[in-house]
């Protein structure tokens, strides 16, 4: 009854706010439901959970669960524009997303999660073809088309996003400042105030010439000391935190963590696409990244990746793709501070790789959610293959390997234990690698309406010596597979 009430309650606001509005506003609504069932066999290479972070002192706990290897999990959004004209709309969109018999789909028991994923207000400028975005809001840094989204950022954010046109058709800029994290809102926890957010600012200047597309871009964000970086997943699937992807390993060695107030991090990088010999195109990404420059010597961190990939697309049939990347990784000594670029939300991925958090159509338990930084890898995809009417599939292989030397990971395992820092099959040492395979499958049974099957499979050759007996035995014990199948419909 209680999820009856709020569903009510939710679907209720939505049709009264556009009641009211219809006298001088249109009313758009869109959107999906997925209803699919994931059965994911040695998440994590073990079948036992990720090393996490339980409070911001910091404290830590190692693998203590074991997966249930089958869930039926049920998505539904709807997403709402309230258009007052062409240059005024605001845009409310609710999710919820949970698994079969847990939270809100608990058979009479249900506790209530309708959740807000977007929310923002977007108008143009008056006179002009500026226009600003503000609020929660999908936020990318520049990618090549060929690798899904970023490895420094790419998820929902609330943020201020301005977009300008330079030259028509050409040269333009997109500018936006966001706020991440504010973890103690209205009131600090003392009389005198702390820094306690993570804000981030961005500049990106989109060029479009005949035959070829680049886009330079910069971003920079302010870490306060006191922010909860803990606690707080920069991952859809919980298997990293804030703290990973932005302090260096040496920060957990005594003095342990920051010393400054505020910390700032910032990334310049451009990301090519070449077209002028179509049908071959060409894709391309450079970016480097630093933080914490005026900290101690072992907490600061510093890093490059780089991609690159072809794909051909003179055939009907298919696209095949090749792709590669690389980045820098920790080097022997932790006290000289981290060798990986930082990074805040990765959403970054080749071919719809099983290896990573990309772009998974049946997106919960969907990847093994690899880091990017620390390791390199090629890889070769087999894309938009279709023999038969409304029917496609997507067929990719990856091979990543380790670029962080051993001796840093042993030595911080050897300090903390089995930590969330360091993870097993999530980093890579040099010497280990895991290869990849994923083979899925879409059929359009109505033009809204699709039954998809995404397979993936993984097998990780792991050093006994970095991360201990118990971890690496129970990853040869097998290796780590997925399939999921379920329907998507959009309306």
């Given at each position: 009854?209680?999820?009856?009430?709020?569903?009510?309650?939710?679907?209720?606001?939505?049709?009264?706010?556009?009641?009211?509005?219809?006298?001088?506003?249109?009313?758009?609504?869109?959107?999906?439901?997925?209803?699919?069932?994931?059965?994911?066999s040695?998440?994590?290479?073990?079948?036992?959970?990720?090393?996490?972070?339980?409070?911001?002192?910091?404290?830590?706990?190692?693998?203590s669960?074991?997966?249930?290897?089958?869930q039926?999990?049920?998505?539904?959004?709807?997403?709402?524009?309230?258009?007052?004209?062409?240059?005024?709309?605001?845009?409310?969109?609710?999710?919820?997303?949970?698994?079969?018999?847990?939270?809100?789909?608990t058979?009479?028991?249900p506790?209530?999660?309708?959740?807000?994923?977007?929310?923002?207000?977007?108008?143009?400028?008056?006179?002009?073809?500026?226009?600003?975005?503000?609020?929660?809001?999908?936020?990318?840094?520049?990618?090549?088309?060929?690798?899904?989204?970023?490895?420094?950022?790419?998820?929902?954010?609330?943020?201020?996003?301005v977009?300008?046109?330079?030259?028509?058709?050409?040269?333009s800029?997109?500018?936006?400042?966001?706020?991440?994290?504010?973890?103690?809102?209205?009131?600090?926890?003392?009389?005198?105030?702390v820094?306690?957010?993570?804000?981030?600012?961005?500049?990106?200047?989109?060029?479009?010439?005949?035959?070829?597309?680049?886009?330079?871009?910069?971003?920079?964000?302010?870490?306060g000391?006191?922010?909860?970086?803990?606690?707080?997943?920069?991952?859809?699937?919980?298997?990293?935190?804030?703290?990973?992807?932005?302090?260096?390993?040496?920060?957990?060695?005594?003095?342990?963590?920051?010393?400054?107030?505020?910390?700032?991090?910032?990334?310049?990088?451009?990301?090519?696409?070449?077209?002028?010999?179509?049908?071959?195109?060409?894709?391309?990404?450079?970016?480097?990244?630093?933080?914490?420059?005026?900290e101690?010597?072992?907490?600061?961190?510093?890093?490059?990746?780089?991609?690159?990939?072809?794909?051909?697309t003179?055939?009907?049939?298919?696209?095949?793709?090749?792709?590669?990347?690389?980045?820098?990784?920790?080097?022997?000594?932790?006290?000289?501070?981290?060798?990986?670029?930082?990074?805040?939300?990765?959403?970054?991925?080749?071919?719809?790789?099983?290896?990573?958090?990309?772009?998974?159509?049946?997106?919960?338990?969907?990847?093994?959610?690899?880091?990017?930084?620390?390791s390199?890898?090629?890889?070769?995809?087999?894309?938009?293959?279709?023999?038969?009417?409304?029917?496609?599939?997507?067929l990719?292989?990856?091979?990543?390997?380790?670029t962080?030397?051993?001796?840093?990971?042993?030595?911080?395992?050897?300090?903390?234990?089995?930590?969330?820092?360091?993870?097993?099959?999530?980093?890579?040492?040099?010497?280990?690698?895991?290869?990849g395979?994923?083979?899925?499958?879409?059929?359009m049974?109505y033009?809204?309406?699709?039954?998809?099957?995404?397979?993936?499979?993984?097998?990780?050759?792991?050093?006994?010596?970095?991360?201990?007996h118990?971890?690496?035995?129970?990853?040869?014990?097998?290796?780590?597979?997925?399939?999921?199948?379920?329907?998507?419909?959009?309306?």
């Open positions: 009854m209680k999820l009856l009430r709020s569903l009510a309650m939710a679907v209720s606001c939505v049709v009264v706010l556009c009641a009211a509005a219809q006298a001088a506003t249109e009313v758009r609504m869109v959107g999906d439901a997925l209803v699919y069932g994931v059965f994911y040695n998440r994590n290479f073990t079948g036992w959970n990720a090393p996490a972070w339980t409070s911001a002192k910091p404290t830590w706990k190692g693998p669960k074991t997966e249930e290897s089958f039926i999990w049920e998505r539904f959004r709807v997403r709402t524009d309230f258009v007052a004209n062409e240059a005024v709309k605001f845009r409310l969109s609710l999710k919820v997303e949970d698994t079969w018999g847990h939270g809100t789909y058979a009479a028991n506790t209530t999660a309708v959740v807000p994923y977007q929310a923002f207000l977007q108008f143009k400028l008056p006179g002009c073809a500026v226009s600003a975005t503000a609020g929660l809001q999908r936020v990318e840094m520049p990618q090549s088309q060929l690798f899904y989204s970023s490895p420094v950022f790419g998820d929902n954010m609330a943020a201020l996003v977009k300008a046109p330079l030259i028509d058709k050409t040269l800029a997109v500018a936006g400042f966001g706020r991440l994290i504010d973890t103690d809102r209205t009131y600090d926890n003392t009389t005198t105030q820094a306690d957010e993570l804000d981030a600012y961005f500049l990106a200047l989109p060029i479009t010439l005949e035959g070829f597309k680049a886009t330079p871009w910069g971003a920079v964000a302010v870490a000391r006191n922010t909860d970086y803990f606690t707080n997943k920069s991952s859809q699937y919980k298997t990293s935190f804030y703290a990973d992807n932005l302090t260096s390993a040496g920060t957990y060695v005594t003095p342990a963590l920051w010393k400054n107030d505020q910390n700032a991090f910032w990334w310049a990088g451009g990301a090519f696409e070449v077209s002028a010999f179509d049908p071959v195109r060409f894709y391309a990404d450079v970016i480097y990244g630093t933080g914490s420059q005026s101690r010597k072992k907490n600061r961190r510093e890093g490059w990746f780089l991609d690159a990939g072809a794909e051909y003179g055939w009907d049939l298919l696209t095949p793709k090749a792709f590669g990347w690389w980045s820098t990784g920790e080097d022997k000594s932790t006290m000289n501070g981290s060798e990986r670029m930082p990074i805040i939300r990765s959403n970054w991925g080749p071919g719809n790789s099983f290896l990573f958090d990309d772009n998974q159509e049946l997106v919960k338990d969907a990847n093994v959610a690899m880091s990017p930084v620390g390199w890898g090629l890889g070769a995809s087999l894309d938009n293959m279709s023999f038969f009417e409304k029917m496609t599939h997507r990719t292989f990856t091979y990543v390997g380790g962080n030397s051993a001796r840093a990971i042993r030595f911080l395992n050897s300090s903390m234990g089995s930590n969330p820092y360091f993870v097993m099959g999530r980093d890579l040492a040099v010497g280990e690698y895991v290869l395979v994923n083979f899925d499958n879409k059929y049974i033009q809204n309406l699709a039954a998809i099957v995404e397979t993936g499979w993984a097998h990780g050759e792991f050093k006994q010596s970095v991360w201990g118990r971890l690496v035995s129970q990853s040869r014990e097998g290796d780590t597979w997925k399939i999921a199948f379920g329907l998507s419909y959009k309306f």
